[in-house]
């Protein structure tokens, strides 16, 4: 399964921001990307997966959950290469980095559409699925996403009906384009989750608060909770809370739905 967690890089700051180094990112246009680089202690850049769409926001969550404090005052900027670093007030940066504006910078629904794909329960992490399963879990995504003008292609010199079918996004087409890759069965403890929380999900409509008093309650019956990363999005357009459950160093959870 391709890793999706993050990657603390262990280089002096100064250094990096001197040279412009965390060139990391592979998106033309900052809004369409789904991963952000959050500078955090010792030195180090943690190049995470989005998920509110608020770069300060999600370092800020990180900051909280992997080292127990609040972070300084941080602000983000757009490193001109289509990715975005989030660091401390104050900081010193390469002139062609361009300041953002507060709030969300990055679209929610791509970087859910690369959630629910990355699914061990109901995306394209769940199981090895042919070329043509995985259009269909592609398509059913973004018509619920409302996607519209998004379309899914295959990689013809590796994808077939015989090989396994994973995938990246190409924003600037606006495609999601699937690959060949030899993926092993998710954790089952994971699987157990995702499938017990989507069926009480499912069950009962839940506000964000009660859904993620039922994940961890479901998480700790498993045995699973000290691997648990629980994240909570409001979306208030939502009347009912969904979930999706990623894997890659720990078990991510994250839950989109009305805070009341």
Request: aromatic share 4%; proline share 6%; hydrophobic share 40%.
């Amino acid at each position: 399964m391709r890793p999706r967690r993050r990657w603390i890089v262990p280089i002096l700051i100064a250094a990096a921001l001197a040279t412009g180094a965390a060139t990391w990112a592979i998106f033309a246009d900052i809004s369409t990307s789904t991963k952000l680089a959050c500078h955090v202690p010792a030195d180090g850049i943690a190049i995470v997966d989005a998920v509110s769409g608020d770069p300060v926001a999600d370092c800020t969550a990180l900051w909280q959950r992997d080292y127990g404090t609040d972070p300084p005052p941080l602000v983000a900027y757009d490193n001109g290469h289509g990715g975005i670093e989030v660091v401390a007030v104050g900081t010193a940066v390469p002139s062609d980095w361009t300041k953002l504006e507060p709030g969300q910078a990055q679209g929610v629904a791509l970087i859910e559409l690369e959630e629910a794909l990355d699914d061990v329960a109901t995306g394209l992490a769940s199981s090895c699925h042919t070329a043509g399963d995985a259009t269909a879990i592609v398509n059913r995504e973004l018509e619920r996403l409302h996607l519209t003008s998004w379309t899914v292609t295959t990689d013809s010199r590796s994808v077939g009906e015989s090989t396994c079918s994973y995938f990246h996004l190409d924003p600037e087409q606006q495609q999601v384009v699937l690959v060949a890759l030899g993926i092993g069965a998710p954790p089952r403890p994971a699987v157990m989750l995702a499938t017990r929380l989507n069926d009480a999900l499912d069950e009962e409509c839940m506000t964000l608060d009660d859904a993620a008093v039922t994940a961890t309650a479901i998480a700790t019956d498993i045995g699973i909770q000290d691997t648990l990363e629980l994240h909570s999005v409001p979306d208030e357009e939502a009347s009912c809370t969904r979930a999706h459950t990623n894997v890659g160093g720990t078990i991510r959870v994250i839950l989109r739905g009305p805070t009341g």
